[in-house]
T-cell receptor, first 112, second 112 residues
Framework: NAGVTQTPKFQVLKTGQSMTLQCAQD?????MYWYRQDPGMGLRLIYY???????DKGEVPNGYNVSRLNKREFSLRLESAAPSQTSVYFC???????????FGEGSWLTVV | GNSVTQMEGPVTLSEEAFLTINCTYT??????LFWYVQYPGEGLQLLLK?????DKGSNKGFEATYRKETTSFHLEKGSVQVSDSAVYFC???????????FGKGTRLHILP
């Protein structure tokens, strides 16, 4: 019962490098999300996708891009990583009418 | 705008103590309300939810009642255990909108 799977779990980047966080869900959910979690800030929405082919900005989209590759997959790309992007990133998904959101286990990213 | 405010932590209690974590919200319309729990090193998982006023959500001994008159959804447990140590997030969402709004989280420490 995989649910929401995100990779990699840990990553260290140098400032200016690029990388992509991958996310896949096997629950046939329509909506997918990327959040970042920082101490004292809680969860902040970066981007979300209400359905295949659509993406929208959340609260903190600057420095990120996303791709909804198909219904299952939603990737987050950092084109030029900055130390301020050091965080824990969570992918999530939900059935649009169900309102319960399901999270992956998180990706710990450090930018040095 | 819509928002969630929850009590700041950390909250430290002894085992078998009574727990209350306060959560209030501001919303236009009638949101669904959620409590999510995050255990160390893991993603968030749904603890309980309520979809309309006066509904009580419950799970694993935790309870919360949707109070429209006070715009609150306080989390309670009668007797906490060491295994309840985690970060707890209050959240709200609407069926019409794909965004889920989270509070900043409350860290709970239970001492044996």
């Amino acid at each position: 019962n995989a649910g929401v799977t995100q990779t990699p779990k840990f990553q260290v980047l140098k400032t200016g490098q690029s990388m992509t966080l991958q996310c896949a869900q096997d629950m046939n959910h329509n909506s997918m999300y990327w959040y970042r979690q920082d101490p004292g800030m809680g969860l902040r929405l970066i981007y979300y996708s209400a359905s295949e082919g659509t993406t929208d900005k959340g609260e903190v989209p600057n420095g990120y891009n996303v791709s909804r590759l198909n219904k299952r997959e939603f990737s987050l790309r950092l084109e030029s990583a900055a130390p301020s992007q050091t965080s824990v990133y969570f992918c999530a998904s939900r059935i649009i009418t169900g309102n319960t959101i399901y999270f992956g286990e998180g990706s710990w990213l450090t930018v040095v | 705008g819509n928002s969630v405010t929850q009590m700041e932590g950390p909250v430290t209690l002894s085992e078998e103590a009574f727990l209350t974590i306060n959560c209030t919200y501001t919303a236009t319309g009638y949101p669904s309300l959620f409590w999510y729990v995050q255990y160390p090193g893991e993603g968030l998982q749904l603890l309980l939810k309520a979809t309309k006023a006066d509904d009580k959500g419950s799970n694993k001994g935790f309870e919360a009642t949707y109070r429209k008159e006070t715009t609150s959804f306080h989390l309670e447990k009668g007797s906490v255990q060491v295994s309840d140590s985690a970060v707890y997030f209050c959240a709200l969402g609407f069926r019409r909108d794909d965004k889920i709004i989270f509070g900043k989280g409350t860290r709970l420490h239970i001492l044996p």
